[in-house]
């Protein structure tokens, strides 16, 4: 009666064991990027581009910006920013040089960024010198491609 027991024990605990290694198995993403706390971002995105031809000859006219491979794309973004007001200021000012901004939300999963970020906003907004913005988006920007993405600052 014992041995019985003790087997179907056995026997339950195997069942389970394979049973969740096979299941874990085909789960392939990591865990913790499941854990890890995102954060909304502002991108202003001046275009999109098929090619890195089509790309050069579009941005020319803007001093600094980021672009990022998107499947077969590249997204072209100039300025980033958490703060809403900010969103609409440097709309603005990259509006009255001629360029179409696309202002897109995305999530941002590195708090080193973020931090870094939210004192560059804080900036902005007290400045509406164009020469301290450009310069605070392009810190901004080499920030972005240094701790979160592997894209390309040009400057």
């Known amino acids: 009666m014992k041995l019985k027991m003790f087997g179907s024990i056995i026997f339950s605990i195997l069942l389970g064991y394979l049973f969740g290694k096979v299941i874990f198995n085909q789960y ?33 006219n803007i001093r600094n910006y980021v672009y990022v491979k998107d499947n077969n794309y590249y997204r072209v973004y100039v300025a980033i920013t958490r703060n809403p007001e900010n969103v609409n200021k440097l709309k603005e000012m990259f509006t009255k040089k001629g360029n179409d901004i696309y202002v897109r939300e995305l999530e941002v999963s590195n708090k080193e960024f973020i931090n870094i970020l939210d004192q560059y906003d804080k900036l902005t907004k007290l400045t509406s010198d164009e020469n301290n913005i450009n310069k605070i988006i392009k810190e901004t920007l080499i920030k972005y491609q240094e701790l979160v993405v592997n894209g390309k600052v040009i400057n």
């Open 28 to 60: 392939d993403k990591n865990l913790l990027d499941a854990f890890k706390e995102k954060t909304p971002v502002f991108f202003l995105q001046q275009g999109v581009y098929s090619s890195i031809d089509s790309l050069e000859k579009n941005t020319k």
